[in-house]
């Protein structure tokens, strides 16, 4: 067999952090090129890239770090995050009065966890940096790729020589696998295509996101003391202000400030950007997400507005994964989805912890288990990488792609649905189910996705088939009592009936025929 092998990882987000870290642990050789600086370098980070972005992380975003082999990861990690139970929900009543309603996530009282993107990056390369066979190399773009020589090529866009004037110098590197973690852009996808047969599908959706802050009571304008609780609303909640085209959410951070996202569509937002002194933003949310302006004061509503990127929403599936023995893309870059599930960054997570157990099978299988096995003997790490390659893109493009669509569809849930009653009485009936009748393991399908490590396709039939039994059981308690019903009065009062539906058709077909 081969010595160590090389790996390469693209983009050094969350994803293709805990990539490399993986790919560490294991005594490989870990190369890691990023385009911007490095994000706890302030000096080298732009601007836009410091704030805070909270994002929901769960279950599955936090098993694969605690398969990544370094025990004070999840320790850290977890320590600076905050709990939310539920959705809050906001509205105004028909009589004016705001109100809050508490959807909790999950009838057995768990929780998804709201985290600082910026510091799980952080503290993920903080430990990397630790480790004797990984190097770092920031300010390098990946611009070329040959999958078949396995060689690379990164312009390096060094801040001094820049500023000398000089041109971006280019290098050439080899490896034998790099794994692409370079977001819904990915240069690693653009290259791999060439060497691929590969499908690839991107949609935009007509929506476009901003970014807003709930400041902490502390850091109040009129704070004039230590508060009790320095948030302004409920902690543990995600906040959710629904309308039927747009959507308000909040999520708590640790220093009592809410990271706050407008989603609407494109054509809202560009009135809204039209009206440069900002006079229909206040009385814009006062209408569709009552109590915000309260939460924050409207010359910060215009001003975030105004200052924040207005960004758009894409949706990416692509299928295969992967590229013979040299090349594997995890993360946004292979399945870059809309936000609406919480699952984006968590997906990705999932990515790293499937893909290197597969890796880690094919790599234990020798010659002769190979031969017990049935499968064909890989003699070489790169044939081993092959077929395990292979098998990570049966197994995950069908997960990716069934994410994707229930990130779509979820966005329709979280404006709209969980207002309604239907949607209501369902999650009802599958949480009495779950609790009181056990043993049928029932769930629904947010806790199958956001408490659990099913696969995502599997998550998508257990609900599909957990809906057509319910509908069968309502039709059932409801149908049938009507049914009985109608036949007893039917026996009952034959002639009185007959009567009367003779003469009902008579009339039918009188009003048919225009008489
Ligand atoms: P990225 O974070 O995009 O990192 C890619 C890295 O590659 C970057 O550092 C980039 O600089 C680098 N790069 C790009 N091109 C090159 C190149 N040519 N050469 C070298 N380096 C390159 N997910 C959740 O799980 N929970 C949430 O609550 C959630 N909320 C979200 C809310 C919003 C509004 C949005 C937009 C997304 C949300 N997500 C959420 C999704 C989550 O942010 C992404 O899924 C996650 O950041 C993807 O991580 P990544 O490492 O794959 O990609």
């Not at 020798?366 to 049935?374: I, K, R, Y």
Request: aromatic share 10%.
């Amino acid at each position: 067999m081969d010595g160590r092998q090389k790996v390469v990882v693209v983009g050094a987000g969350p994803v293709g952090s805990l990539a490399a870290l993986y790919a560490a642990s294991r005594g490989d050789d870990v190369e890691i090129y990023e385009l911007r600086g490095d994000l706890r370098d302030p000096s080298t980070t732009p601007l836009n890239f410091t704030r805070s972005i909270n994002l929901a992380l769960s279950e599955r975003g936090i098993n694969a770090m605690r398969h990544a082999g370094q025990p004070k990861l999840i320790e850290h990690v977890m320590a600076a995050t905050i709990p939310m139970r539920g959705r809050m929900i906001h509205g105004m009543r028909p009589n004016g009065e705001l109100y809050e309603a508490s959807q909790d996530y999950d009838v057995h009282g768990r929780t998804i966890f709201a985290i600082d993107r910026g510091g799980l990056n952080k503290r993920l390369l903080d430990i990397l940096e630790e480790m004797p066979n990984v190097k770092f190399f920031f300010n390098h773009k990946l611009t070329g790729a040959d999958f078949q020589r396995n060689k690379a090529w990164f312009v390096v866009a060094e801040k001094e020589a820049l500023a000398a004037g000089q041109q971006p110098r280019e290098i050439e590197i080899d490896f034998d696998l790099m794994i692409g973690a370079d977001g819904a852009h990915s240069s690693v996808r653009y290259h791999m295509m060439k060497y691929t047969r590969m499908d690839y599908q991107q949609e935009y959706i007509d929506t476009l996101w901003c970014e807003f802050q709930i400041l902490s009571k502390n850091d109040a304008p009129d704070s004039r003391s230590r508060l009790k609780s320095k948030f302004k609303i409920s902690p543990n909640h995600l906040h959710i202000w629904p309308g039927r085209d747009f959507m308000f959410i909040a999520i708590p951070s640790e220093d009592g400030s809410f990271t706050c996202t407008l989603f609407a569509p494109a054509a809202v937002f560009r009135q809204l950007e039209a009206d440069r002194e900002g006079v229909q933003l206040a009385p814009f949310f006062d209408e569709h997400f009552p109590g915000v302006t309260s939460l924050i004061p409207p010359p910060e509503l215009i001003a975030s507005f105004h200052q924040n990127p207005h960004l758009p929403l894409i949706n990416v599936k692509c299928k295969p994964h992967h590229c013979s023995s040299s090349v594997v893309i995890v993360g946004d870059a292979a399945h870059a989805m809309v936000p609406f599930y919480g699952q984006g960054m968590n997906a990705g997570l999932e990515d790293v912890r499937i893909l290197f157990g597969i890796l880690d099978k094919h790599a234990a299988i020798d010659s002769s288990m190979a031969t017990e096995a049935g499968v064909p003997v890989a003699t070489t790490r790169a044939a081993q990488r092959e077929q395990a390659l292979a098998e990570y893109t049966a197994v995950r493009v069908p997960d990716a792609h069934a994410i994707n669509d229930l990130a779509l569809h979820n966005y329709i849930e979280m404006r709209a649905s969980v207002l309604s009653p239907v949607y209501r009485l369902r999650k009802f009936l599958e949480e009495s189910l779950s609790v009181y009748v056990p043993r049928l393991g029932w769930q629904t399908k947010y806790s199958r996705v956001s408490f659990g490590n099913e696969r995502y396709s599997e998550v998508v039939a257990k609900s599909e088939h957990q809906g057509r039994v319910l509908v069968r059981g309502l039709i059932g308690a409801v149908g049938l009592p009507l049914i009985s019903g109608g036949l007893f009065l039917y026996f009952r009062y034959r002639r009185a009936v007959e009567v009367s539906l003779r003469e009902l058709l008579q009339g039918l077909a009188g009003f048919l025929n225009g008489r």
